[in-house]
């Protein structure tokens, strides 16, 4: 058996390490959704001189038949603390012992890039929150959790009138702000704002056992934000408050849809900035974004979120806008 990092540009190899990470997905209890779509993986994985790029890593008799494979996120600059990093095995292949394998290579991986913490992320599927087959696994390895988020979806489209609904409770707390949308990237006077709001983003959503610092943003890395999101066949719709005596931008909300595979849509960061919290802005945020999907006309049945469980002002909004629970991810950390 060889552990090898795989160029994602050969098609065999990725293929087939792709192969192994769709069939662990599918093989969930429960909503399994759709997951990062292959180009999407690609599209993170092949810019070695990216902010962000994934390292892929098969393991097998050979890199074209892996029984298991992985993922490390390796950042350029930001957060070097610790990598986050994904683990899988064949459902035909578990129980064998490869995932312990695999996953002390990824440890040795994780180190050679002086990395001294690894977390690995998770998805259970609605039947499995709390019983994946990661809480024997990762405990049995000296992992402990660093953070657990739960999965919910919303039924896309709306009952009509809801959003309008929602829009009149909301907006009278909000009356000092301005909310913003767009779907063709950012508008350039606000790339710079949009770029600090990026860079505070770990350090304003709650953290548990992950000391996270601020990133790295400027106007550059938002635009090659915008463009890899493009290339990943993804629109990006997004909202963004204004404060308007200062003109400050305050938070802002992104939710992103597949062009080839519309079904699904995923929220991704959603921000309010803390002096400017208590004003329904993180509602107000995702309703605007929901517009967006709405006047596009896609074809979406549900919208994906995750948040920490211990993010409750998010999960309120998330609750008065209907969404259920279909799932958890949990981080599992361990210092190396
Ligand atoms: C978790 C996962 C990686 C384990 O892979 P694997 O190759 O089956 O793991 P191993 O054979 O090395 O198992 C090592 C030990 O982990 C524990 N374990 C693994 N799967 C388990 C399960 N389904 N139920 C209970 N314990 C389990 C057992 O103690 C096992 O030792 P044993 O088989 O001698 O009892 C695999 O189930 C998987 O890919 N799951 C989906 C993705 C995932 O959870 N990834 C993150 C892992 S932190």
Not at 5 to 13: F, H
Not at 23 to 43: K, L, T
Not at 117 to 136: A, H, Q, W
């Amino acid at each position: 058996m060889h552990f090898t990092r795989i160029d994602a540009n050969s098609d065999e190899k990725f293929d087939a390490w792709f192969g192994v990470l769709q069939r662990s997905e599918r093989s969930r209890d429960g909503e399994s959704g759709q997951g990062w779509h292959p180009d999407e993986w690609r599209a993170r994985s092949i810019d070695e001189t990216a902010p962000r790029v994934f390292h892929l890593y098969s393991y097998g008799p050979t890199a074209e038949r892996p029984v298991a494979v992985g993922a490390l996120e390796v950042t350029r600059d930001d957060n070097l603390a610790f990598i986050e990093g994904n683990l899988f095995v064949d459902p035909a292949e578990r129980r064998r012992g490869y995932g312990s394998t695999l996953l002390q290579e990824l440890e040795a991986a994780a180190r050679d890039l002086r990395r001294p913490t690894l977390v690995i992320f998770v998805i259970e599927g609605s039947r499995e929150i709390g019983s994946g087959p990661n809480r024997s696994f990762a405990a049995g390895h000296g992992y402990r959790i660093a953070e657990e988020h739960v999965r919910r979806d919303l039924e896309w489209p709306r009952p009509s009138g809801e959003l309008d609904h929602l829009w009149e409770t909301w907006s009278p707390f909000a009356t000092d702000y301005e909310i913003i949308s767009w779907t063709d990237g950012t508008p350039e006077e606000l790339v710079e704002a949009r770029a600090h709001l990026s860079a505070i983003m770990p350090t304003e959503a709650p953290h548990v056992d992950i000391d996270v610092e601020a990133e790295h943003w400027d106007a550059a890395r938002v635009r090659l934000h915008e463009a890899t999101t493009h290339r990943m066949g993804r629109d990006l719709l997004v909202a963004a408050a204004r404060h308007r005596a200062s003109g400050e931008l305050v938070g802002y909300s992104e939710l992103t849809v597949s062009r080839d595979q519309p079904q699904t849509a995923y929220q991704w960061d959603t921000l309010v900035v803390r002096r400017h919290r208590g004003h329904r802005l993180g509602g107000l945020l995702k309703v605007a974004t929901m517009r967006l999907l709405e006047s596009g006309q896609y074809p979406t049945r549900k919208i994906t979120t995750f948040n920490s469980m211990l993010n409750e002002p998010m999960i309120a909004v998330n609750e008065a806008l209907g969404a259920r629970v279909a799932g958890a991810m949990v981080a599992w950390r361990k210092d190396l």
